[in-house]
């Protein structure tokens, strides 16, 4: 079977690295919030190229607590996208405030910066850019909305770990940014954890005390916060697969460029880089219109395909009527045509191939 995705995969590729880390946690004696997420913490920053990471429990909890520590009230809107995992919405609503969901672009499912004008009241605090599948949003664009209108602005970077802007990685750009690493990101853990990176030393420091019941000093709450504590473990595998982010993410774009060249010419929307930008293709979302016969017929042959996401947020029976919307003209048409290829780091180029050599036999044989 040639799966999505394949965590397990990528444990084997450092296995001996990462037993002998846990191993040597586990005889610390310090198992949560010790040296391990300092030392991440601080190598995190230095990739990223800011001042400060803040490790946490996981990439929901980085967006509140990130909302948190700007003061987003409830009755305060965020704007976002609707076509991205749900963490995004939920956690705006954690905060009683009100999601605001805008259309994407066709080329790249990011937010449409057009479209935050329509949209833009004078409860909005802050814009939440999601860079989807692997490469940045329109943060030109959506930047100088923000400094214009001063909104804050918010990147999740869940599916994005490593990817650039005009030279500079995501993440680094807004005024804090929050990271999924969850273990089939393209950082990922062997669990939950999460991870928020920002620039403003007042933000982290109010993100630190957030994530453990508003402490600067121990059992003592300077204002009201809750536990999102990251543990050791977590953090000490984070580090070894940090030192080969650089390594992987370059693995998955030779498996796009697989997939690109092998199924040119087809009828199918493959994914485009928008200029300035470095992808780094958590996922390899095409775009068609037999989507589920497509689905179906190739888990026959043991090939395994995703759907990201069979529902827009805005289409989902625990969101319609409670988040406000503009016009989702490109969204709607998603759920029901993209389809997700296998990528992962140690997904064989041979086996890439033959998942494009399968689709296009099967196309050409419709």
């Not at 300092?38 to 990471?53: C, K, M, P, R, T």
């Not at 949209?119 to 989807?132: E, L």
Request: charged content about 25%.
């Amino acid at each position: 079977m040639i799966f999505c995705a394949n965590p397990s995969a990528q444990f084997k590729t450092y296995q001996s690295e990462i037993e002998a880390a846990v191993l040597k946690v586990m005889r610390s004696n310090q198992y949560v919030l010790g040296e391990e997420v300092d030392y991440l913490e601080q190598e995190f920053a230095n990739y990223i190229g800011v001042s400060h990471a803040i490790g946490v429990a996981n990439g929901t909890d980085a967006l509140e607590l990130s909302m948190r520590a700007l003061d987003i009230q409830p009755g305060d809107e965020v704007i976002t996208v609707s076509h991205t995992a749900v963490a995004t919405v939920a956690a705006i609503e954690s905060l009683g405030a009100i999601p605001v969901l805008v259309d994407v672009e066709e080329d790249f499912y990011t937010l449409d910066p057009s479209k935050i004008s329509e949209v833009i009241s004078k409860k909005t605090k802050a814009v939440i850019a999601v860079h989807i599948y692997g490469q940045s949003a329109n943060l030109e664009k959506i930047s100088d909305f923000c400094i214009q209108n001063q909104l804050f602005l918010i990147e999740d970077v869940s599916q994005a770990h490593g990817a650039k802007w005009n030279g500079s990685r995501l993440g680094s750009i807004g005024d804090i940014a929050t990271f999924s690493c969850y273990p089939t990101k393209n950082l990922g853990a062997i669990g939950d954890a999460g991870l928020v990176a920002t620039k403003d030393s007042v933000l982290a420091k109010k993100v630190r005390m957030l994530r453990e019941y508003g402490w600067e000093n121990r059992y003592v709450s300077e204002f009201a916060g809750r536990n999102s504590r990251l543990d050791e473990l977590q953090a000490a595998i984070l580090r070894i697969k940090l030192r080969g982010l650089d390594r992987d993410n370059e693995k998955r774009r030779q498996i796009a460029k697989i997939y690109d060249e092998s199924l040119s010419g087809l009828d199918l929307h493959l994914p485009k880089v928008r200029d300035g930008a470095e992808h780094v293709f958590h996922l390899y979302v095409l775009r068609c219109n037999f989507q589920q016969n497509l689905i179906e017929d190739l888990k026959n042959d043991g090939i395994s395909l995703g759907i990201h996401y069979p529902l827009a947020v805005h289409q989902q029976n625990a969101y319609r009527n409670r988040v406000r919307t503009s016009s989702m003209k490109i969204t709607d048409q998603l759920s029901n045509r993209v389809v997700s290829l296998p990528m992962y780091p140690e997904l064989p180029l041979s086996d890439a191939l033959k998942v494009s050599l399968v689709i296009r036999s099967w196309i050409e044989s419709q």
